[in-house]
């Protein structure tokens, strides 16, 4: 650990680590995959030397990446990536089982969390990881003498170093893993505007993590968010799912599940087309507004739902997001239309009482709901994000010199690993092409 980051932690409480550690250790039975990584990462050492800084939501499956990390050898500083998505249990338990640095709090305010930034920062990583870009963007615009467009905590730090220091701070770094879809759309824009300046590998984008953590773990958990929030009965009512991207599919399918009446709101004709053929109602949410009992956004992107939306909504609807930010529900005009807000009605849920007398509750605050009020992802279906996470950070360090600063996509043969031993994890056995359906698959010769 570097002198910067030599207070190892800022946790909660250490003595919540024995109950951390048990659910850390269930977690890693069910993520076969990656204890296999964690096993050969542990005789190879290829992480052996580098200091890495991660941003990710701190839950008991982000400990066992972080585990597998260690293992190879990294020396690892994890921050949270959310105000409301550690699992301050797990904290304590990789600070004091696992001599991990952590610094994350679950319902840290704005400035704790950009203090954990810097404590992030003042590691010197070599290799970063994010699940938003928060670390990498500050890292940019410090990087860039862009002091103005952070936050206070990183604008002192980054004012307490030479500049020539400023700049090696991300002249070292060899790589970045993101880990969300808005992370990834950030840094596409950074690639276009020209600052972008080491590559990243969109995690997110490997087939291993958005087909399987995006739909099938954004769609339960988030479910399981809103039943543990709320305790209602998801059958029969209207869920008005917002977007029909792979986390909104995950949604839809689950709530559908359920016996919910689905609609679908989107921008996308395409994606539109798509869930209207999948058998949802397709509508404007000025149209659902009215109807919808529950409501979620998982878009990406900002103020989906707006004042007039919930001018239109029912009496005690239900309103939550699975989104990464807390932007694509415009809290402040919601509060602007309120008589009164009421915290905690029920933990993780806020009445707000509109001026005309209708009660709309939101679910944690507007983040996501499936961290802010349940568990996250199951371990098995973080088993291939993460598995896939540890690969393409050997990946990236195997092939330091010889990327671009650029997004990169995970190589086909990660993919494929992690595949073929989820399947044998599963015990699920799947046919081989023969010599001959090789050779007319990479032919064109031969037709009617």
Not at 59 to 87: F, H, M, W, Y
Not at 218 to 247: E, F
Not at 402 to 412: F, I
Request: with cysteine; proline share 4%.
């Amino acid at each position: 650990m570097t002198t910067a980051t030599k207070s190892r932690c800022d946790v909660k409480d250490l003595k919540l680590a024995p109950h951390g550690k048990k659910r850390i250790l269930w977690a890693d039975g069910d993520m076969p995959v990656l204890a296999r990584i964690r096993e050969r990462f542990a005789k190879e050492k290829p992480l052996a030397g580098l200091r890495m800084a991660a941003c990710l939501h701190v839950t008991c499956e982000t400990a066992n990446l972080i585990r597998t990390l260690q293992s190879g050898g990294a020396d690892v500083v994890l921050i949270a990536s959310n105000p409301l998505s550690t699992q301050d249990d797990v904290a304590a338990s990789l600070v004091q089982d696992f001599g991990i640095a952590v610094h994350a709090i679950r319902e840290e305010d704005n400035d704790t969390y950009y203090k954990h930034i810097v404590a992030a920062l003042a590691h010197e990583p070599h290799v970063t990881m994010d699940d938003g870009a928060d670390l990498v963007s500050a890292m940019i615009f410090v990087a860039l003498e862009r002091l103005d467009d952070v936050h206070p905590q990183v604008r002192a730090w980054a004012q307490s170093l030479p500049p020539a220091e400023r700049k090696r701070l991300i002249a070292q770094v060899a790589g970045s893993m993101e880990e969300t879809t808005t992370g990834v759309n950030r840094l596409r824009a950074m690639e276009r505007d020209g600052v972008l300046q080491f590559p990243v590998i969109a995690v997110n984008d490997a087939l291993t993590k958005h087909l399987f953590d995006n739909r099938y773990g954004t769609g339960q958990s988030t479910i399981d968010g809103i039943i543990r929030a709320t305790n209602v009965l998801m059958a029969g009512r209207k869920v008005v799912v917002c977007g029909y991207g792979w986390c909104g599919k995950g949604v839809a399918l689950r709530a559908r599940g359920l016996g919910s009446n689905v609609i679908v709101t989107e921008v996308d004709p395409i994606r539109a087309l798509e869930a209207a053929m999948d058998g949802f109602q397709v509508m404007p949410l000025a149209a659902a507004a009215p109807i919808g009992d529950v409501f979620i956004t998982v878009t990406g992107n900002a103020h989906i739902i707006r004042r007039e939306h919930f001018l239109k909504m029912k009496d005690g609807a239900l309103v939550c997001n699975s989104g990464h930010f807390d932007v694509e529900i415009d809290i402040p005009a919601l509060r602007s239309e309120c008589d009164s807000v009421t915290a905690n009605v029920r933990t993780n849920v806020d009445e707000y009482k509109l001026k005309k007398g209708a009660r709309i509750y939101l679910l944690g605050q507007g983040r996501l709901v499936n961290l802010a009020a349940a568990e996250g992802h199951p371990p098995s279906v973080m088993d291939m994000s993460f598995a896939t996470q540890a690969l393409a950070t050997e990946y990236c360090i195997r092939n330091k010199g010889k990327l671009t600063p650029a997004v990169h996509t995970v190589p086909a043969e990660v993919e494929e690993f992690v595949a073929r031993h989820k399947l044998e994890s599963m015990g699920v056995e799947i046919d081989e092409l023969t010599s001959q359906q090789r050779k007319y698959m990479s032919g064109w010769e031969q037709g009617t």
